[in-house]
């Protein structure tokens, strides 16, 4: 309210000097005449009001209003230095209020929780498995590829990460029955005999045949756990087993014979493939008078196997030789040989076929028809 009578006041004083200055103007104007008349044309008298005071009169005004602008100016600055500080009051007070609730303890449980919420972020723990140097990392469940080993001493490696936080890891080697099977899936996790391992990297060697896979389990500072697999793993150090002849020994040309593996890949007889029989059975062929059966597993085990063939038994076929080969010939019994030039091994003498003929001695006799 000051303020604004102040302003008016001024502006009052303002309009009657405005008032006044014509008629003051026009006095001096015939005071000035007068003494231009009395002292001459071109003389200035004493009394003549000088551009000087004039400026002076007017300054006066303008410094009145410049110094009116500036209280009215000040005055605000004033009201506005007042809401500035009782802003800064306000601030000051909420700082303190802050300052207070930081300098309060902090209770165990609230730091746990804190702890809690500061890793709930944390990516969980990795875990990898290696073996022969590539990676053979696989999730729970779904089909299980094997691979072979023919060896105690190829190892499995295992470990587990979670940026720079302690981990702790565990495996387990699950022994398989059936590899037609799926992979576990993560229920069956708790039902698995874990086994700790002394670091978060650790070498597993199997120490016996078997169908395997590997599972892992990583358990994080947090809390947090995670499961991962292998591959199968087939360990068989066993070669292949040749059932019904024994290396070295004579047998006749058709003798029945067995190869036993679980893993069996393939088998030959005198370096030519035979098809895997389903009850792995199959006969001597007759190279000469040898033959040599080889067999091999999927894990790259094998075994050869050479026998003698005595011929094959005439009475099979009623007695009759008709073609080159081995045969086992009993003394005294009459054989008939197909037409043609026959000879026997060891004796340059040529017989005529279309006949009968006999031995004196049993034995295993090679003919051979020209």
């Given at each position: 309210m000051y303020r604004k009578w102040r302003k008016l006041s001024v502006l009052g004083m303002a309009a009657l000097i405005g008032c006044l200055m014509p008629m003051g103007t026009m006095m001096a104007a015939e005071e000035n005449t007068e003494a231009v008349w009395e002292n001459g044309a071109g003389s200035v008298s004493d009394n003549t009001v000088s551009d000087d005071d004039k400026t002076g009169a007017d300054k006066e005004i303008n410094d009145s209003e410049e110094v009116n602008a500036d209280d009215e100016v000040n005055n605000g600055e004033e009201v506005n230095a007042d809401d500035e500080?009782?802003?800064?009051?306000?601030?000051?007070?909420?700082h303190k209020v802050n300052s207070d609730i930081a300098a309060m303890p902090v209770t165990v449980e609230e730091a746990a929780a804190n702890d809690a919420a500061a890793?709930?972020?944390?990516?969980?723990?990795?875990?990898?498995?290696?073996?022969?140097?590539q990676n053979r990392t696989y999730n729970l469940g779904g089909k299980i590829e094997y691979e072979y080993v023919n060896n105690y001493y190829q190892s499995i490696n295992c470990s587990a990460t979670q940026s720079g936080q302690a981990v702790s890891l565990f495996y387990c080697q699950d022994k398989i029955t059936d590899t037609t099977a799926?992979?576990?899936?993560?229920?069956?996790?708790d039902?698995?005999?874990?086994?700790?391992?002394?670091?978060?990297?650790?070498?597993?060697?199997f120490i016996s045949d078997g169908n395997y896979a590997l599972y892992v389990k990583a358990v994080g500072a947090d809390g947090q756990t995670v499961y991962a697999r292998s591959g199968g793993i087939i360990v068989d150090t066993a070669a292949p087993k040749v059932i019904g002849v024994q290396e070295g020994n004579t047998y006749p040309e058709g003798t029945v014979f067995q190869v036993q593996d679980s893993n069996l890949e393939s088998v030959t007889v005198n370096e030519k493939p035979v098809a895997l029989s389903a009850d792995g059975k199959y006969q001597v062929v007759a190279n000469g008078t040898s033959c040599v059966i080889k067999a091999k597993d999927k894990a790259g085990n094998s075994i050869a196997c050479s026998i003698t063939v005595s011929g094959k038994d005439p009475s099979q076929d009623g007695n009759v030789i008709s073609k080159s080969g081995i045969y086992s010939l009993k003394a005294g019994v009459a054989y008939h040989l197909a037409e043609g030039r026959w000879s026997v091994s060891g004796d340059r003498t040529v017989y005529r076929g279309d006949g009968d003929f006999y031995v004196k001695t049993a034995g295993d006799y090679r003919l051979i028809k020209y």
């Open positions: 500080a009782d802003n800064d009051d306000e601030i000051n007070e909420d890793t709930a972020g944390e990516a969980a723990p990795v875990i990898e498995i290696k073996w022969q140097g799926e992979a576990k899936e993560n229920e069956q996790m039902a698995l005999s874990w086994t700790a391992a002394d670091s978060t990297s650790m070498n597993i060697t």
